[in-house]
């Protein structure tokens, strides 16, 4: 099961839109990072790599609204850095649902019992709390032991208050089948988030851990195994069965990076949320000025063991709106 219902509408009204319109390049979604600050040091990211003074700067409510009305994404993740250490993302929250948004605030949780007060449920929003593996495994991945622990008992407590919450796990080259079995067992059956992401780990250059990127060859065999038996379609997972598809190597995909750009207190990152080549000022910048040919596996050797959602998932998310198979599978669960 991906997305609720309204929302998937919702977007399929978005992509009719755009092709009336005869867009070929349009934001699905935009990672909105009003800040680089985290309260983690994790091994997979690069951010808090960022200078001292900018790591002290937030984005105003102003300017993250800006950017995102300038992109005209229907959805919207929260991102960072720890989005909870900006002091208004509550009131930037709040006012992008008002504008009809689809939000996800994604959060390693540590503040999050902290700061649930200032939230109120909303059929548009989302918890997407970060979760690299079981109690062990997610404690190593984040570089704090009682992480694991203190994102549960956050899950558990914005459950009962009635939000809905979603995970986002990173699989590593030191990950087996039976590690991806075992977290999503556990999200999906006793922890029972609302819906599952989870993404290869990719290769992102000011990452402090360079030694455990998963090449292609290797994605596509652990997702295949863990995948077996039907699993696949037991897991509530927030992802199009062509995107599942291509991770486990049955399709492949091209890169849209477009489809999900990221801004930040640096502006219109270039040419994507994992490649730092350079900033557009405007949305328009990005998508005009932007060689995109140049980029995705085959064309950059950077990008050559890419699978991540943020190039893939627009691609596959295409697919299945312009499909009535893919449409209907992604609606039963397939």
């Given at each position: 099961?991906?997305?609720?219902?309204?929302?998937?509408?919702?977007?399929?009204?978005?992509?009719?839109?755009?092709?009336?319109?005869?867009?070929?390049?349009?934001?699905?979604?935009?990672?909105?990072?009003?800040?680089?600050?985290?309260?983690?040091?994790?091994?997979?990211?690069?951010?808090?790599?960022?200078?001292?003074?900018?790591?002290?700067?937030?984005?105003?409510?102003?300017?993250?609204?800006?950017?995102?009305?300038?992109?005209?994404?229907?959805?919207?993740?929260?991102?960072?850095?720890?989005?909870?250490?900006?002091?208004?993302?509550?009131?930037?929250?709040?006012?992008?649902?008002?504008?009809?948004?689809?939000?996800?605030?994604?959060?390693?949780?540590?503040?999050?019992?902290?700061?649930?007060?200032?939230?109120?449920?909303?059929?548009?929003?989302?918890?997407?709390?970060?979760?690299?593996?079981?109690?062990?495994?997610?404690?190593?991945?984040?570089?704090?032991?009682?992480?694991?622990?203190?994102?549960?008992?956050?899950?558990?407590?914005?459950?009962?208050?009635?939000?809905?919450?979603?995970?986002?796990?990173?699989?590593?080259?030191?990950?087996?089948?039976?590690?991806?079995?075992?977290?999503?067992?556990?999200?999906?059956?006793?922890?029972?988030?609302?819906?599952?992401?989870?993404?290869?780990?990719?290769?992102?250059?000011?990452?402090?851990?360079?030694?455990?990127?998963?090449?292609?060859?290797?994605?596509?065999?652990?997702?295949?195994?863990?995948?077996?038996e039907g699993r696949r379609k037991r897991w509530r997972l927030n992802h199009s069965p062509v995107f599942l598809d291509f991770l486990e190597g049955k399709r492949d995909l091209a890169c849209t990076a477009w489809g999900i750009p990221s801004y930040s207190l640096l502006g219109w990152q270039r040419p994507c949320y994992l490649l730092d080549d350079s900033y557009a000022q405007t949305?328009?910048?990005?998508?005009?000025?932007?060689?995109?040919?140049?980029?995705?596996?085959?064309?950059?050797?950077?990008?050559?063991?890419?699978?991540?959602?943020?190039?893939?998932?627009?691609?596959?998310?295409?697919?299945?709106?312009?499909?009535?198979?893919?449409?209907?599978?992604?609606?039963?669960?397939?």
């Open positions: 099961m991906a997305m609720p219902l309204r929302q998937s509408l919702k977007l399929g009204a978005f992509l009719l839109k755009q092709k009336l319109l005869r867009r070929d390049k349009f934001a699905l979604l935009v990672e909105l990072e009003p800040l680089f600050a985290c309260n983690l040091k994790c091994g997979g990211c690069g951010k808090i790599a960022q200078p001292a003074a900018l790591l002290k700067q937030r984005m105003p409510v102003e300017q993250a609204l800006a950017a995102v009305e300038e992109c005209g994404a229907p959805m919207v993740s929260l991102a960072g850095g720890e989005p909870l250490m900006h002091p208004q993302i509550d009131v930037i929250t709040r006012e992008l649902l008002a504008r009809g948004k689809i939000v996800f605030l994604c959060t390693n949780a540590l503040l999050l019992p902290k700061h649930l007060h200032k939230f109120i449920p909303h059929r548009d929003f989302a918890w997407m709390v970060h979760i690299d593996g079981l109690r062990e495994r997610h404690d190593a991945s984040v570089r704090k032991v009682g992480g694991f622990d203190a994102a549960v008992d956050a899950i558990r407590q914005a459950k009962a208050a009635g939000f809905r919450v979603m995970t986002n796990t990173t699989f590593f080259n030191n990950d087996t089948p039976q590690d991806v079995i075992d977290v999503l067992d556990y999200l999906n059956d006793e922890l029972g988030v609302d819906n599952m992401q989870i993404s290869p780990a990719y290769a992102y250059e000011k990452a402090p851990d360079q030694d455990h990127w998963l090449g292609v060859q290797q994605t596509r065999e652990l997702f295949a195994k863990a995948f077996g949305y328009r910048e990005l998508l005009e000025d932007t060689d995109w040919s140049a980029f995705g596996r085959g064309q950059d050797p950077r990008c050559a063991n890419c699978m991540a959602h943020c190039g893939y998932e627009p691609t596959a998310v295409v697919a299945t709106m312009g499909s009535l198979r893919e449409s209907l599978r992604a609606a039963t669960g397939g």
